[in-house]
Structure formats: C-alpha cells, structure tokens
C-alpha cells in the first residue's frame, strides 16, 4: 500500500468515500448552494430591486443542529457562512453576537473616559433588514448491511421589519456506511 499527498479538495472527495462522517467539503457545498440559490431566487431579487441598494445589512442567526450526532460542527459551519457572507458584495453582515461588547466600549467612551472627540457617538449602528437561521437533520435509514444517512440543511431568510419569508432554501448531502462483518 502507498501513500500519498493530495490538495485538501481531493482529500475531502477521497474522504466522503470512505466516511458518514460530515467533512468540510460537505459545509462548503452547502453554503455555495445556499448562497447561489438566494442570490437567484425571484423574491429575493425582487426584495433587493425594491430597496434601490444592492446591500442587505444581514444577521446571521445560530445555526442549530437537529441532528443525532452531539458533534455535528454546526458552529463551524456558522462560521463559514459568515465568512462567504463576509466576501460578498450583496451582504453587510450584523455581528449581532458582539452587540453587547460593542454597547459597553460606546458606553466607555460616552461617560467622560475617553477625550469627547474621538469618542463613537451612540444611535450610529447599523440595524439589520433581514435576519438568516438556519436547521441541520440527519436521517438514516439501513438495508442490507448499509446505512445512508441523509443530512438536509435549511436556511430561511426573513424581512425583519414585515416579518415576511423572503427565501427558504433546502441542501441535501447523502453519506453511506457499510456494515463490517464483526460490527462497524
């Protein structure tokens, strides 16, 4: 038997061969998926006419993990979201999660500690239009020694200010495991 190196795309194909383990090739397909399937959707496109600005100031919301598996890597996957999201030219993004840290500098610098002209003034942050969460499920199902375990990934993007749905997208990646004859 010999090894050998391949770039990290052919490891992650290679590896979807022989795990039903989820692998960071399988979060990259999803968040292209995803991210194409917005952009293109009707609605969305719509949405973004109707505004007369190209940029949606977006909050990512948890992306929870509804699966079986307590290690699933929905953090990670949140996390390579927001950084496609990051590289777009169609989203600002909305850290939300630093809000809290963001309040206590503004509220530091506003309560005389810090020089009056270099202070942030309050009432200046940017507001979300639309927020995105997002599900992860697993559901196997075994025949014949084999068990396909079938992830599907949804995101629902909503208009903050009406509440209204503007896309819902849904990405499937299937992962096979084969029974061995002492167990797996």
Known sequence: YKARRVEK???????MEVTDEWVDGDTRRVIDETLAKIKEHKRFQNYIASRG???LKLFVGEIKNNTSEAYFPAHDMEEA???KISDSDTFTLIDAKQREALLKEITYQND????PAQAKKIGKQSG??????GTVNMDPKSRDGKTVK???VNFRLTDLESGEELVRTR????KISKQKGTGW
């Open 171 to 174: 990405a499937k990646i299937n």
């Open 112 to 115: 005389g500690m810090v020089n």
């Open 81 to 83: 979201f927001l950084e």
């Open 53 to 55: 600005t190209k940029d």
């Open 128 to 133: 979300a239009d639309a927020l995105l969460f």
């Open 9 to 15: 795309t052919t490891a992650d194909e290679k590896a």
């Open 150 to 152: 079938t992830y599907t």
